[in-house]
Each structure stands twice: as C-alpha cells, then as structure tokens.
C-alpha cells in the first residue's frame, strides 16, 4: 500500500484529522454526465450541499497516474474541461494508473478509491446493471459485482431506468446485496420516484441504514448495500412518459450498433433529447438529493464510531 499513487485533497485530509464525516462522488458524471459548463456547476452544487450538511465531499478521479480522494478547486475545473477522458471501471483502474493516464470513476471504480481511502459512504445517481437483451449481449455493469465484494454504502435513485431492472435484483440478491428503498416499499426507477418493483429491505431513516451498515462489518460479511433513494416527487419523471422515450432510444442504438461501455451514455444523450432535457433536470435533482441523504448516513455512521470505537 506504501507505493500506491493514491492522493487526499486538503479538505479530505483535514476532515480525517477532526473526525469528520466524509462522502464519496464519482467523476463519470463530471466527464460523461452533460456538457462543461454546466458539468462544472453541477459538481460544485454536489459538493456544497454535502458540506452544507456538516460532511465532507471526495470526488474521486484519476490524474495523471495518481487517484485523487477529493479534488480542489482548480482539479475540478480542469476535470470538467478535459476531452477524451476514460471512463473508469474495475477492469481499468489499475491500467489507468500504470500508465499515467486520467480517467473518471464509474460507481465501480468509485466504490473501489472509496474504500481504500477508509470512506464508507458513496453519493451517485443510479447504479449501473443488467441491460436489457443481456440475455444475448451479456451485457452486465460491473457496479453490480463491485456492491458484492466492496464494503461500501451506495445511495443512488436505483438502478438507471433504461436497464432490465428487474433482473438487476434478481443479480443483487444472488450476489447477496442488500437493497434498501428508503420511505417506501416500491423501488425507485431513477427518473421515476416508484416502480411496479418492490425493493427487498425498507428503511425510513439514515440511522437503520447506517447500523446496517456497521452490522454487516460486525458479522464479516463481504460487500456493501445499495440505498435506493426515491428522486422528489416534484422533481420526477412519470413512468408512463417514460416507457416510450426509453423504448426508442435503446431501438435507436441498436439500429447504430451501439455497444458496450457506448451504450448508457448514448441511451442517456437520446433520451434528453427525447425528453427536451427534462431528463438532465431531473438527474440533477436526484443526484443532489442522493448526495444530501448520503451526508446523513455518513454522520450517524461517525456517530457510531465514536461510540464503539470501531
């Protein structure tokens, strides 16, 4: 761990030394999320509403060879303005660093620089997980094995509306996840504030979901939980708007072959289109209000702590 180029802002250092709750954010949505200036705006609100709650922030990325735990002002901007920025999974992170390359984390990658840097807790907007026609394609997010084996709390909105979010359960709970709707029994659908699905575990306040957490450490079980916070419901998209719009982005992106790593930021670009940008807003909306119930997680979990001495 000594050689590790692994680097802590001064903000994430000073929070370690007083004790401070600290959140993890991933950089994806900073490079591939929507267009500078705006990616920059977003990420700065982001990060001001986490320290608006008495937390610290930790945008996490790779610069230059080096993973940053938490980036200052002018890292930031830079990040935002970058072109051609990889984008970050378990199956790249190390690549990326041996050869001194930049790259934003995905929830993956995020959830692994989270961990090594002792951060527990982790704000995005929806996780990754089983395409639709991955019964063909294969296609799997690797975010979903990553919650299996990485100890690391996941507040998104879901899993994101334009996958088979049925069978990413399914894949969750043979991994043995546990995933947590918070205020209601429905799962969340990431634009969407319910589902026809019904999320496993249901919690109502930071407090449960942060003794989970530290429970699961007690008994030594491998992974973390997926916090599913419902996006406002004046800030939501309606399902039934939704199935149509979905359903001719992912037809479009088949009629251009897309693929792969390709697939969720192109379905994600179609579908703002489609919506006149009501998407974006609402992304907007859920990941800053992810990043606020996050900061309540991280403080109990503090708590807790400190109590224990654990």
Not at 197 to 219: C, K, T, V, Y
Not at 269 to 278: A, K, N, S, W
């Amino acid at each position: 761990m000594t050689n590790l180029p692994l680097v802590h802002s001064a903000e994430v250092i000073a929070a370690k030394a007083s004790d401070k709750p600290i959140v993890a954010l991933e950089s994806t949505i900073i490079t591939h999320g929507m267009p500078f200036p705006q990616n920059l705006e977003v990420a700065r609100q982001v990060e001001n509403d986490i320290r608006a709650s008495g937390v610290t922030p930790a945008t996490i990325a790779v610069l230059d060879g080096t993973l940053q735990i938490g980036l200052d002002e002018i890292q930031l901007e830079a990040l935002a303005q970058a072109r051609s920025v990889a984008k970050l999974s378990r199956a790249d992170l190390a690549a990326c660093l041996a050869t001194g390359g930049t790259g934003a984390t995905t929830v993956a990658a995020t959830m692994i620089g989270a961990n090594l840097a002792g951060i527990p807790v982790f704000a995005t907007g929806g996780i990754g997980g089983v395409h639709r026609g991955a019964e063909d394609s294969f296609d799997v997010s690797a975010d979903l094995m990553e919650l299996a084996q990485t100890p690391v709390t996941v507040v998104a909105a879901g899993a994101k509306a334009i996958l088979d979010v049925d069978k990413t359960l399914e894949v969750l709970e043979t991994q043995g996840v546990p995933v947590i709707a918070v205020g209601q029994d429905a799962f969340p659908a990431f634009w969407s504030a319910t589902s026809p699905l019904n999320a496993p575990l249901r919690m109502d306040e930071p407090a449960q979901i942060a003794r989970a957490h530290f429970m699961r450490i007690q008994l030594g079980l491998p992974g973390g939980q997926l916090v599913a916070n419902p996006i406002p419901k004046e800030d939501e998209i309606s399902a039934q708007v939704l199935a149509p719009i979905i359903a001719q982005a992912q037809a479009d992106a088949d009629s251009h072959g897309i693929r792969g790593k390709a697939v969720t930021p192109y379905l994600l670009q179609r579908i703002f289109e489609l919506t006149d940008g009501r998407s974006l807003t609402a992304n907007i909306a859920l990941v800053r209000n992810n990043a606020r119930f996050a900061s309540k997680i991280a403080s109990e979990l503090t708590n807790l702590s400190r109590t224990t001495g654990i």
